[in-house]
């Protein structure tokens, strides 16, 4: 199974919120460099983010729910 990245994050707990909700909706996804952010933040410039990883098949859907749940804030 591919993985890409849909969304890029300057913190864990947005990232994380972000992740539960696509999860909630069957989502296959994932936090790559999460730790480089929370273990060594003098670091986290270079990691460009933290990374949303999608399942590449699920993108589409996983794009329609991030614009949905903007939209409502």
């Not at 919120?17 to 296959?28: A, P």
């Not at 670091?43 to 749940?69: C, D, H, W």
């Amino acid at each position: 199974m591919n993985f890409i990245v849909l969304k890029l994050f300057d913190n864990y707990i947005n990232a994380h919120i972000t992740m539960g909700r696509l999860q909630e909706d069957g989502i296959n996804c994932w936090l790559k460099d999460e730790n480089i952010g929370t273990l060594a933040p003098p670091l986290f410039p270079y990691q460009q983010g933290i990374k949303l990883m999608v399942s590449e098949s699920q993108t589409e859907r996983a794009m329609a729910i991030l614009n949905e749940v903007e939209q409502q804030h």
